[in-house]
């Protein structure tokens, strides 16, 4: 203002002339303003009227709603898939340098045909905790203590009530109301869009099979994988889950092997108002693992996804 103000003044020009030169000089100085000194902001853009639109995207943030077409066993049918999710980041009270990388799944719905029934499964909670450490160290209580390098990060993963029910199955029902995972990462990523969990898992559940109630019991006699990995903006995501091993059950005590797996990999292709929209493909395997009768299944779903409030 005050520069404009001065050259005005020394050009003697006529109060129109004067207005439309203070206009021109205020847009020039806001353009080199927002050039040179406004903060770089790599996942936001501006449009022609310099209005922000995001172009990344943190696909464990936001709710999930979506759904397609289905393909199992029994033929196709379809699915509806709908969950909450979210992720956290602090440094550790317990120890300096270190990193708690968390990742929760609220509220998981999926909604689907079997056998030309509805079946429905749900779980309230899941979550990946993980503390990463620039140098991970292995304390060895001898005289005098012996500290040994240990390249694997230490993580835990949860879930808990997990209730399964299928029409076709008539009033039978599965509840799991626990299990936990202890596990080691091997990558030891400083970023929590990478994760590889690898270890034992413990879980509870309960069937209720033609009015029987069944127990079944995984005292850390299985073996259990988690991967998470995205790409910087967020547009390509692929997710992958599997557990299997020996469960065990009052009258069976040489136990049954069950084994179930989860992948789903998705792509951002466009943003409704910066909410993004991608397509994916869910693939569910199990063997001797699904639904209160414990049968084996592999469903395949392919579709469209909705992430709400999801933009960084």
Do not use: I
Not at 63 to 84: F, K, N, Q, R, Y
Not at 92 to 111: C, D, I, N, P, Y
């Amino acid at each position: 203002m005050l520069l404009g103000a001065v050259l005005v003044l020394a050009t003697g020009a006529s109060s129109d002339e004067d207005g439309e030169r203070l206009r021109r000089l205020e847009d020039a100085a806001r353009v080199l303003k927002e050039t040179f000194h406004a903060p770089h902001e790599p996942c936001t853009e501006h449009d022609e009227r310099g209005r922000p639109f995001a172009v990344c995207f943190d696909p464990w943030k936001g709710l999930e709603v979506g759904g397609g077409p289905a393909l199992d066993t029994g033929g196709l049918t379809g699915t509806l898939l709908v969950d909450l999710r979210f992720r956290g980041e602090r440094e550790s009270r317990s120890k300096q340098e270190s990193t708690w990388l968390t990742l929760h799944r609220v509220g998981a719905f999926s909604l689907r045909g079997v056998e030309g029934h509805v079946a429905v499964r749900t779980t309230l909670w899941n979550g990946y905790f993980r503390r990463h450490v620039p140098e991970g160290v292995l304390l060895v209580p001898t005289t005098p203590p012996l500290r040994l390098p240990f390249p694997l990060d230490v993580a835990l993963s949860g879930e808990v009530l997990t209730y399964e029910r299928r029409l076709a199955e008539g009033d039978d029902w599965a509840l799991e109301p626990a299990r936990l995972a202890f596990l080691l990462d091997p990558l030891r990523a400083a970023s929590s869009r990478f994760h590889l969990g690898l270890g034992a898992l413990a879980g509870y559940r309960m069937r209720s099979v033609s009015g029987v109630l069944v127990h079944d019991l995984t005292p850390l006699t299985a073996a259990t994988l988690f991967a998470d990995v995205e790409s910087e903006d967020g547009l390509w995501v692929l997710r992958a889950s599997a557990a299997a091993g020996w469960t065990f059950s009052p009258g069976a005590p040489s136990g049954a092997f069950r084994a179930r797996g989860e992948l789903d990999a998705a792509r951002t292709l466009a943003a409704l108002n910066d909410q993004p929209l991608s397509v994916f493909v869910h693939a569910r395997a199990a063997w001797a693992d699904a639904g209160a009768r414990a049968t084996s299944e592999v469903v395949v779903t392919a579709g469209v996804r909705l992430t709400l409030f999801s933009s960084r």
